[in-house]
């Protein structure tokens, strides 16, 4: 009787369901994407999401997998990890920002295939971590500001709740150090524009005469600049400013940024390789990526 069906199956040209294969199996066939839900709010500044979204969607479309995107905001904190636990996907990639730092203690003991993309302040997270070499980064950006002439520095650096920000700012200290200076002013905010913006107010009632700036993101470093323009200082005839992300922003802005580029995109090809080859649930170490300086206008 099985052969008669199997002979049946050839002749009709007959493909295997995967779906049917999942059920019987007991997976779903499916991978979550899990982003903070205000990235929908940012337009333009949600390029951070965006680009390993598409990296990693790329990747599962490939390998027959259905992405299922997952948004976290705070008004309900334990929905995602909930939705996780009861096995509707078979693993997820969590696209990690300050805004949902908070989901790293509700999934660290999930029993479910897991990578993030962007590093926690944990030392010893308890799930593979895709990110780029932020700290050399970071020492690029300071380098291009020193090699421009300038000498009175000062960073707008990231919350210090992710650990790929406080790899920034030790690049910003260690390339100082690197060329005998003592390191600049820092201020801290949280990767938006108008966090840039209120950093570099404070960091200029401080010190009037700063002549360089580095901004741990596009956004943070086109808040700077509309402060700096707004007292009265151009770019980059008067201060130099370079950011991090190298995204839309950095090259529509006015003047158009010299940034970090962190390849965003492939970070998420990364990622959801792990888990479809099943990396991922062994525990795989994670490789960091090469970051590189674009050069615009704003040095």
């Known amino acids: 009787m099985a052969a008669a069906v199997w002979r049946a199956a050839r002749e009709l040209r007959y493909e295997t369901n995967k779906a049917a294969q ?32 598409r990296g990693a969607t790329k990747v599962l479309i490939e390998a027959q997998i259905q992405p299922v995107l997952l948004l976290v905001d705070g008004a309900d904190p334990g929905r995602v990890a909930h ?3 009861r096995g509707h996907v078979d693993g997820a990639i969590v696209i990690l920002q300050h805004e949902i730092t908070f989901l790293l203690d509700e999934l660290r003991d999930l029993d479910l295939p897991l990578v993030y993309v962007g590093r926690p302040a944990d030392p010893q997270p308890s799930h593979p971590v895709v990110d780029c070499d932020n700290a ?8 291009a500001l020193l090699e421009a002439g300038r000498r009175r520095l000062v960073m707008i650096a990231g919350p210090s709740d992710i650990g790929s920000g406080e790899d920034r ?4 200290r260690e390339e100082h150090e690197a060329w005998g200076l003592t390191p600049g002013r ?4 949280e990767f938006t524009l108008a966090t840039g ?3 570099m107010a404070r960091l200029l009632r401080h010190d009037p005469a700063i002549d360089g700036v580095f901004a741990s993101s596009d956004l943070m470093a086109v808040g700077a600049v509309r402060v700096l323009h707004g007292a009265g200082r151009t770019v980059p005839d008067d201060v130099s400013v370079v950011g991090f992300d190298d ?11 010299t940034s970090v580029r962190q390849p965003l995109e492939e970070m998420g090809r990364t990622a959801a390789r792990l888990l479809v080859d099943g ?9 960091v990526l090469s970051t590189s300086l674009t050069t615009r206008e704003s040095v």
């Open 279 to 287: 990396a991922a649930a062994a525990g795989a170490v994670v490789p």
């Open 136 to 143: 050399e980064g970071a020492r690029l950006a300071t380098r």
């Open 247 to 257: 995204t839309v922003v950095a090259a529509t802005c006015d003047p158009p940024l």
């Open 197 to 199: 913006a209120a950093a």
């Open 186 to 189: 820092i201020a801290r905010g």
């Open 83 to 85: 939705y996780l636990r």
């Open 169 to 172: 700012v030790t690049g910003f």
């Open 22 to 53: 999942s059920l019987r199996s007991g997976r779903t066939g499916s991978i979550a994407l899990v982003a903070a839900a205000s990235e929908l709010d940012q337009g333009i500044g949600g390029t951070f999401t965006a680009a390993p979204v």
